[in-house]
């Protein structure tokens, strides 16, 4: 079973908020991702690390950042909220080494920007 | 460009079978990916094909053909659990994964 949290599982906000959600796993994986997800669509790639120290920008254009300190955690940052932010956010990890690996899912982050 | 494509959604009987295409047009390729999402979950891993050919996995079975750019995954003996969306995804040539905007399947009694 993975093991890998995120926090909160859901949150609304006003819009100009900062929000952090974060992402943890015990598996030791090196490689992270960030996924924005809208109902019905595909997944779309916002962040990326491959170990710590480590970040890239995915293929959509995002507003967020991510940091990757400690390889266990890797937290999604939104400096100032917008209706259009409105998303789930998934975070997922694969074992080190491999190319191209299963990705472990978290339970997902559901934003609501009003 | 890079595109993944499978059908919207799918409605099929329990204890039948049902097969989920899947069509991509991709730069390079490093493997097809098959994950399964529940309403309001994660996605959870199936399968993984890199060869031609089909893998087999107890009710689940996904094959691949790299020269026509295509994949399915075959479910035998639905059940009522297997209602949710089916997701296909590729790797690359940059061993990125480039997503399917899923397949919802519908399984009625």
């Known amino acids: 079973e993975a093991d890998i949290y995120q926090t909160p599982r859901y949150l609304v906000i006003g819009t100009g908020k900062k929000i952090t959600l974060e992402c943890s796993q015990t598996?030791?994986?090196?490689?992270m991702y960030w996924y924005q997800q809208d109902p019905g669509m595909e997944l779309h790639l916002i962040h990326y690390?491959?170990?710590?120290?480590?970040?890239e920008k995915g293929d959509l254009s995002s507003e967020s950042t991510v940091s990757r300190i400690r390889t266990e955690h890797f937290p999604l940052t939104l400096e100032s909220a917008r209706p259009s932010h409105t998303s789930q956010y998934l975070c997922a990890s694969s074992e080190s080494g491999r190319d191209t690996g299963e990705l472990f899912f978290g339970e997902g982050s559901r934003l609501t920007v009003l | 460009g890079q595109n993944i494509d499978q059908p919207t959604e799918m409605t099929a009987t329990e204890g039948a079978i049902v097969q989920i295409n899947c069509t991509y047009q991709?730069?390079?390729?490093?493997?097809l990916f098959w994950y399964q999402q529940h309403a309001g979950e994660a996605p959870t891993f199936l399968s993984y094909?890199?060869l031609d050919g089909l893998e087999e996995k107890g009710r689940f079975s996904s094959f691949l053909s790299r020269s026509k750019g295509y994949s399915y995954l075959l479910l035998k003996e639905l059940q009522m659990k297997d209602s949710a969306s089916y997701l296909c995804?590729?790797?690359?040539?940059?061993?990125?994964?480039?997503w399917g905007a899923g397949t919802k399947l519908i399984i009625k009694p």
């Open positions: 991709t730069s390079g390729f490093n493997g």
């Open positions: 094909n890199v």
């Open positions: 690390s491959y170990g710590v120290n480590s970040t």
């Open positions: 598996m030791g994986h090196d490689k």
């Open positions: 995804a590729v790797s690359d040539s940059n061993y990125q994964l480039i």
